[in-house]
């Protein structure tokens, strides 16, 4: 559905509703690489800072058959 104008008309929507209810300001975070930047830049939004986020999930080791502190 991208490249419709949906995004754009929702977001719209959302801004127009947050603003009605009284914020002054919006801000969004956003991926670095998210084609979804362009969108946002059209409706106003202006890059201000730049995060370095990371992000380390962990996957337990199935391995075990047991917590590692319960081992020995």
Known sequence: MQSR???KAFVS???NEM???GEKIVKLEVVKGNPAKTLYES????E??????????YRPDSRLSR???EMY
Do not use: C, E, N, Q
């Not at 409706?43 to 202006?46: N, P, S, T, V, W």
């Not at 201000?48 to 999930?57: A, D, E, Q, R």
């Open 5 to 7: 104008g949906y995004g």
């Open 13 to 15: 929507f959302l801004l």
């Open 19 to 21: 603003m009605h209810r």
């Open 43 to 46: 409706l106003g939004f202006k």
């Open 48 to 57: 201000k800072s730049l995060y370095h986020i990371v992000t380390k999930y």
């Open 67 to 69: 917590p590692p502190d």
